[in-house]
């Protein structure tokens, strides 16, 4: 059974930094796609950034983020990071990992995705 278990969330001021990890087990990690959304109470789940498998060569952003995000893994560790850079009030959310059941391209889709972690929360305050 897969399991995803996100952690590194916490209360940061604006212009600060945080890395998200999530810990992937019950299958050979580098063998899917991975991605990062994030969900305010009564909005919608959101895109946030996703990575190919294996070398992690393509990776894709949501257009809010690009240039302060970064996602990254470490198949060795079975492992994906979400490096949050010039944090703004407006990312504010819960942060979830995720990852399909199938082998193919990365995806921004919500419902591309299969398995879900528990989610971490993140806060910045202005």
């Known amino acids: 059974q897969v399991q995803l278990v996100e952690s590194g969330g916490g209360l940061v001021q604006a212009g600060d930094s945080l890395r998200l990890s999530c810990v992937a087990s019950?299958?050979?990690?580098?063998?899917?796609?991975m991605g990062w959304f994030r969900q305010v109470p009564g909005k919608e789940r959101e895109f946030v950034a996703a990575?190919?498998?294996?070398?992690?060569?393509?990776?894709h952003y949501v257009d809010s983020v690009k240039g302060r995000f970064a996602i990254s893994r470490d198949n060795a560790k079975n492992t994906v990071y979400l490096q949050m850079n010039s944090l703004k009030p407006e990312d504010t959310a819960i942060y979830y990992c995720?990852?399909?059941?199938?082998?193919?391209?990365?995806?921004?889709?919500?419902?591309?995705?299969?398995?879900w972690g528990q989610g971490t929360q993140v806060t910045v305050s202005s």
């Open positions: 995720a990852t399909p059941e199938g082998w193919g391209a990365i995806s921004t889709s919500v419902n591309e995705y299969d398995y």
């Open positions: 990575i190919s498998r294996w070398s992690g060569s393509d990776k």
């Open positions: 019950g299958r050979t990690f580098s063998n899917y796609a």
